[in-house]
C-alpha cells in the first residue's frame, strides 16, 4: 500500500476555525474537505464536527465526499440519533466506513462519560453495519491518563493529537502511555497540526516536516497505522507549514509502506 493511501484529512466546515477570531488566524478559508482532500493528495477524510456543522440530514455532503474512497463521520454515544443518522447514510454511501467520537479540547468533558455509552454505540453500529464498521476516537495525548482507559479500550482506531511543537520530544513517551491504556492492537493514526491553537502561531514547517518524518518512521516499523492532517480549514490561508505539508506528501506519497 502506498503512504499516501495511509493519510487522511481531518475535514471541517470552510471557516470553522475562523469564526469569531478566538484562533487568531488571518485571512479567509473558503476551501472545503473534498477540496482539502484533494489539495494534499488524500482519498481518505475524516468529516469532523464543529459548531454543530455538519447538521443531519448528512446525504448531501455524504455526496460531495463521494469522490473519496473512505469517510469517517462524528458521532455523541450520549446522543443516539446521531449514531442512527451515521449508520443511515452509511448504507447508501459506501465511502463511510466509520464513526468518530470527538473531544473538546478545552474541556475534555467526553473522557468523563460513562464507557457504556461507547460500548453500546460501538455495538449499534457493528450490528447494522458489519464488524469492519470502524469506531475511531479523538485523543490528545498530553491528556491521556490512566483514568481514561475504560473508554479508550473500546475503540477500534484513535485519531491522537500533539497540540505544540514542544510535544514532539515527548512522542515516545506519549506512545507508551497509550499502548499502556488501551490502544494495544489497535489502529492508531497521529495528528499533525499546522497551527498552534493554545499560543495562537503558525508551527515552522521544519517542525510539521518533523513530524511528518517522525510518524513516516513509526508506519514502516509497524508502530501505527496512518497520518492525519488538520485541516482544510488552514489549507487555503497561505501558511507555509501547510505547503510543506502537502510537498511531503507528493515527496514520499509514493512510497511502498
Given at each position: 500500500m502506498k503512504l499516501r493511501e495511509k493519510i487522511w484529512l481531518w475535514g471541517l466546515d470552510p471557516g470553522a476555525d475562523h469564526f469569531g477570531g478566538e484562533n487568531g488566524l488571518a485571512g479567509f478559508n473558503r476551501m472545503t474537505p473534498a477540496e482539502g482532500a484533494y489539495y494534499f493528495g488524500t482519498k481518505n477524510l475524516i468529516r469532523a464536527s464543529r459548531y454543530g456543522f455538519p447538521k443531519p440530514p448528512f446525504d448531501k455532503e455524504a455526496e460531495?465526499?463521494?469522490?473519496?474512497?473512505?469517510?469517517?463521520?462524528?458521532?455523541?454515544?450520549?446522543?443516539?440519533?446521531?449514531?442512527?443518522?451515521?449508520?443511515?447514510?452509511?448504507?447508501?454511501?459506501?465511502?463511510?466506513?466509520?464513526?468518530?467520537?470527538?473531544?473538546?479540547?478545552?474541556?475534555?468533558?467526553?473522557?468523563?462519560?460513562?464507557?457504556?455509552?461507547?460500548?453500546?454505540?460501538?455495538?449499534?453500529?457493528?450490528?447494522?453495519?458489519?464488524?469492519?464498521?470502524?469506531?475511531?476516537?479523538?485523543?490528545?495525548?498530553?491528556?491521556?491518563?490512566?483514568?481514561?482507559?475504560?473508554?479508550?479500550?473500546?475503540?477500534?482506531?484513535?485519531?491522537?493529537?500533539?497540540?505544540?511543537?514542544?510535544?514532539?520530544?515527548?512522542?515516545?513517551?506519549?506512545?507508551?502511555?497509550?499502548?499502556?491504556?488501551?490502544?494495544?492492537?489497535?489502529?492508531?493514526?497521529?495528528?499533525?497540526?499546522?497551527?498552534?491553537?493554545?499560543?495562537?502561531?503558525?508551527?515552522?514547517?521544519?517542525?510539521?516536516?518533523?513530524?511528518?518524518?517522525?510518524y513516516r518512521q513509526w508506519m514502516k516499523e509497524g508502530k501505527i497505522e496512518g497520518i492525519v492532517l488538520y485541516s482544510n480549514t488552514l489549507a487555503d490561508t497561505k501558511l507555509q507549514a501547510a505547503f510543506e505539508a502537502k510537498n511531503w506528501i507528493a515527496e514520499h506519497g509514493d512510497e511502498e509502506i
Open positions: 460531495k465526499l463521494s469522490i473519496l474512497d473512505k469517510t469517517i463521520w462524528p458521532i455523541d454515544p450520549a446522543k443516539p440519533e446521531t449514531v442512527d443518522e451515521v449508520i443511515r447514510i452509511a448504507k447508501y454511501h459506501p465511502h463511510v466506513k466509520g464513526a468518530i467520537i470527538q473531544v473538546d479540547p478545552q474541556h475534555l468533558e467526553m473522557y468523563e462519560r460513562d464507557p457504556q455509552l461507547y460500548r453500546d454505540a460501538k455495538a449499534r453500529l457493528k450490528a447494522e453495519l458489519g464488524e469492519d464498521f470502524e469506531l475511531w476516537m479523538e485523543v490528545y495525548a498530553v491528556k491521556v491518563y490512566d483514568k481514561t482507559m475504560p473508554w479508550l479500550e473500546v475503540a477500534d482506531a484513535y485519531c491522537i493529537w500533539c497540540r505544540s511543537p514542544l510535544e514532539i520530544v515527548n512522542l515516545d513517551h506519549y506512545y507508551n502511555i497509550l499502548m499502556k491504556n488501551g490502544c494495544a492492537g489497535k489502529k492508531m493514526f497521529w495528528g499533525v497540526h499546522m497551527w498552534n491553537f493554545p499560543k495562537r502561531f503558525v508551527l515552522s514547517p521544519f517542525v510539521v516536516r518533523d513530524y511528518l518524518n517522525r
